[in-house]
């Protein structure tokens, strides 16, 4: 089940030459400059933006692959995303944003909602759950977005700079729910930081984009 | 050697484009000449009233702006006349709306009295007093006919406009144009269209013949106000979507329209305040009626048609209703736009 | 990892649909192009019921003025044509643009540049709300306010100026003229044009017009040069918006107009009419064959009118690319 990812992404000006692969349980922290390409990463990764060259492959399936002509849309892949700016659905409640996923993959609304419940707990938001998506303070929301990925148990699941938009007071709180989601995950998570804090407590190791 | 005079005074900062009291007095004079010479133009010619009087005035603005600018060089003079025209103009644009509003009011409140909005024309002719009868007639049918226009233009319109923005599909850009050449169908033609294949194979007028005529008066106008609306929407939300696993067509009706569902509201109102005072088409196809009517396939009676009919009989109480009927509409015109402003204010500030 | 700077074109990219999406994609596409079943039906309609007057007066249908039904009983015995009323059309828009676009430059001008900040939302507002006014309302003020006036008017406008062939008339009563038709029409269109013009002004580029002022030009210099020039196409295409508009214009001309068959290009006279008037006056008491032909119009009408609108969105938004 591991993912690997070969090749050049870009979108726009810059290309980046990346060459690596993942195995599940690994937590790998990317770190780099801002503007070396660590959430164009992400999002060649989840199938937002298709790779120049090379491929993303995913238990041994292609996922997206320039030579031989192969793509998987993003809602057919396994991955899920914690945006760097959470891109929660503003006229939805907490628990119907947590349950999207699930209702997308034709989950009845009793059960997406009961097992939307559950992640919710895990983050620690559940008191959160009837309240709308678009009045939630930072940290809740920061919560909610964890809890919708991993709603759907996915294979990868791609985290964009969690930590960047919370206080420094609540951040170690926050800290401390993705350490927790993080271990509990089975899968291959792929954390996206530009603070070395975050990178040293929560990743097993480390790959730098755009140094040499 | 020279000698440095110290003031105490320093002149205060001021933006050079600020109007100075100088610039006050000197538009103030501008003014008043030339409403004399206004009067004066209205007692030497046959131009009378307040119109004469605003032609005297027009008129001498510039000319007087000229002359008392003209010994600055002709750029300053230039500015000065073009200001005093394009100002005059503009304010003779606002003499008919003016007008327009004063007389609907003036004359259309004359018609009303108590039961004015709740009684029909069926027992009362449109000469008699104007103590009998009512628009409630009118009201009803234009309910009934914009309703029905609206569940089937509304849904098409967005369902164009997801077209055009959503699927992004081959034909976009076609729609799009035949949306806008919709648009410009003159309202009779669309009438005649209506009544050469319904009214003719259904042997009659009717007010769902009316309803769909206004259908294509509809149909453009909603379409290219949902077409801005959802075009604002950021991208954001639509790929976090689809990351989620959604396919496009949840992507679309649980985020995308829910997210601008007010906005869509305001594309609806849009729509209704542009079909409701259609007259021409409703001629040709639901005609009109005397009295209350719910039947869809009768002719029915109109504000449009009531207000058009009670004018041709040239009678001086079935002339007074026209204008009543006039104020009920105009209300009706307004308190859309009243609606669709106040959503989108809303919608901006959120 | 290496970062190479090197321009970087977007794959192209397939996407296979799955059958949800397939079926809602088709079916909002067919929803979408509802709009063009229903042009092609109203050509095709109007077409199909108007060809026997075709087929039977040819192109004189279009030239000829004269609107007599003869015999109901034999068709051949009747004479059609809607010359008078084509003329008539293109009277009454061409007072109508020749009176608004002058007021509507003003206009848009003193909203866009002299107005004080808080009453521009006011009038943009303000113009918005009586484009919306309906034409049946515009036309019972133009019966009974403007009309007075305007008999008043011509009366001196015959009285100084008939040795212009427009402004001559064989009898001097003056009432339901194509210059009160004009009149009332032009501002009827006046808040569309209106609108597009001030649409293209406020996007004038700034820094011209600020340059302008610092090189010490006034702000008519600034207007003169930078404004007028950049929104000369986007005024025409407002003015064809609303000659669109002033052509299809069906109860303000018909309230103002008097319904005659004779192309009469004195605009003091009581006696014109437009194809659209003509379709609602004589629709009610039409016979079968008569109905045909204001099917005919109808589709020359519809016709005309969509060349016009054609050329106004091309005009207009060619002028907006340029921004």
């Known amino acids: 089940m591991t993912l690997s990812i070969v090749g050049d992404i870009g979108k726009g000006t810059h290309s980046l030459s990346v060459d690596f692969s993942i195995e599940p349980g690994e937590v790998v922290g990317i770190v780099g400059r801002n503007g070396a390409g660590k959430t164009t990463l992400i999002e060649t990764i989840a199938g937002i933006v298709p790779m120049v060259t090379g491929s993303v492959a995913w238990n041994g399936t292609d996922w997206d692959n320039a030579v031989r002509k192969m793509w998987v849309s993003p809602e057919e892949r396994r991955c899920a995303v914690v945006f760097q700016d959470l891109r929660l659905f503003p006229h939805m409640t907490a628990i119907q944003n947590v349950a999207f996923g699930l209702r997308a993959r034709g989950v009845s609304k009793v059960e997406a909602r009961h097992l939307a419940m559950q992640k919710l707990r895990v983050v620690g938001a559940e008191h959160l759950a009837d309240r709308r998506a678009s009045v939630l303070s930072g940290g809740e929301a920061q919560r909610v977005a964890l809890a919708r990925a991993i709603a759907t148990d996915p294979a990868v699941l791609l985290l964009d700079e969690p930590l960047s938009a919370i206080d420094a007071a609540s951040k170690e709180s926050l800290r401390e729910v993705v350490a927790t989601v993080l271990q509990q995950f089975t899968g291959i998570a792929l954390l996206v930081s530009h603070d070395p804090t975050d990178v040293a407590t929560l990743a097993s190791r480390t790959i730098t984009l755009g140094a040499r | 050697m020279t000698t440095y005079e110290t003031s105490t005074v320093v002149p205060a900062p001021r933006r050079p484009w600020d109007h100075t009291r100088s610039t006050a007095i000197r538009v103030a004079v501008l003014v008043f000449l030339s409403g004399i010479f206004g009067l004066v133009i209205n007692a030497i010619t046959g131009l009378s009233g307040f119109l004469g009087w605003y032609l005297g005035l027009a008129f001498a603005m510039p000319v007087i702006a000229f002359v008392g600018s003209v010994r600055h060089g002709w750029n300053l003079a230039s500015d000065r006349i073009a200001t005093a025209l394009i100002t005059v103009a503009f304010a003779a644009v606002t003499i008919p709306w003016v007008s327009i509003f004063v007389t609907v009011y003036q004359k259309g409140s004359k018609a009303f009295h108590a039961k004015y909005l709740t009684d029909d024309m069926r027992i009362t002719p449109s000469s008699d007093l104007i103590q009998y009868g009512g628009v409630a007639h009118a009201i009803i049918g234009t309910l009934i006919m914009v309703l029905i226009a609206s569940l089937i233009a509304v849904p098409l319109g967005i369902l164009a406009a997801v077209y055009i923005v959503e699927i992004k599909g081959r034909f976009a850009k076609l729609v799009r144009f035949l949306t806008q050449a919709m648009s410009g169908v003159p309202s009779i033609v669309a009438g005649l269209f209506i009544y050469a294949t319904v009214v003719v194979f259904f042997g009659g007028f009717s007010a769902w013949a009316g309803a769909l005529s206004l259908v294509i008066l509809m149909l453009p106008t909603v379409a290219r106000t949902s077409e801005e609306i959802l075009k604002i929407v950021p991208d954001d939300l639509r790929t976090a979507s689809y990351a989620l696993g959604a396919t496009q067509a949840r992507t679309t009706f649980r985020v995308v329209l829910p997210t601008v569902a007010s906005g869509l509201v305001t594309a609806a109102v849009l729509g209704i305040a542009r079909v409701v005072g259609e007259t021409a088409p409703l001629i040709l196809t639901a005609s009109y009626f005397v009295a209350k009517s719910t039947s869809l396939t009768e002719p029915i009676a109109s504000l449009p048609i009531y207000i058009f009919s009670s004018l041709g009989l040239g009678d001086d109480n079935a002339t007074t209703r026209a204008w009543g009927g006039s104020l009920v509409l105009l209300g009706v015109v307004f308190i859309l736009f009243a609606i669709a402003r106040t959503i989108s204010t809303r919608l901006s500030r959120k | ?323």
Not at chain 3, 6 to 11: C, D
Not at chain 3, 191 to 200: F, G, L, Q
Not at chain 3, 212 to 222: C, F, H, I, N, Q
Not at chain 3, 300 to 318: G, S
């Open chain 3, 1 to 323: 990892m290496q970062t190479t700077d090197s321009p970087v074109a977007p794959r192209e990219v397939h996407t296979y649909y799955t059958k949800v999406d397939r079926v809602f994609r088709g079916f909002v596409a067919a929803a979408a192009l509802f709009s063009l079943v229903v042009l092609l039906l109203i050509a095709a309609f109007l077409l199909y019921r108007g060809f026997e007057i075709f087929a039977d007066f040819g192109f004189g249908f279009i030239t000829s003025s004269k609107w007599d039904i003869g015999n109901p009983e034999d068709t051949s015995t009747a004479v059609l044509g809607i010359g008078a009323m084509l003329v008539g059309s293109v009277i009454t828009a061409f007072i109508a643009i020749i009176v608004s676009v002058p007021f509507a430059m003003a206009s848009a001008l003193f909203i866009e540049f002299y107005a004080p900040r808080f009453l521009r939302t006011i009038l943009t507002a303000v113009l918005d709300l009586v484009a919306a006014i309906p034409s049946v309302i515009y036309g019972i003020w133009g019966y009974v306010v403007l009309l007075p006036l305007v008999e008043d008017w011509s009366g001196t406008l015959y009285k100084y100026l008939s040795w212009i062939p427009i402004f001559d008339v064989q009898t001097p009563i003056f009432g339901r003229s194509p210059l009160l038709a004009g009149l009332l029409l032009a501002i009827m269109i006046l808040p569309i044009v209106t609108s597009v013009a001030r649409e293209v002004y406020g996007q004038a580029p700034r820094d011209l017009i600020d340059a302008s002022y610092a090189l010490g030009g006034t702000k008519w210099a600034g207007i003169r040069t930078v404004v007028l020039p950049f929104g000369k196409s986007g005024l025409v295409g407002g003015a064809m918006l609303g000659l669109g508009r002033a052509m299809g214009e069906t109860v303000a001309v018909y309230l103002t107009l008097n319904l005659v068959f004779k192309t009469n290009f004195q605009i003091l006279a009581s006696a014109g009419g437009n194809v659209a008037s003509l379709i609602a006056n004589k629709f009610g008491e039409a016979t079968a064959y008569e109905l045909k032909a204001l099917m005919a119009a109808g589709l020359v009408l519809f016709l005309v009118t969509l060349l016009v609108n054609f050329l106004a969105t091309v005009i207009v938004n060619r002028s907006r690319k340029i921004v």
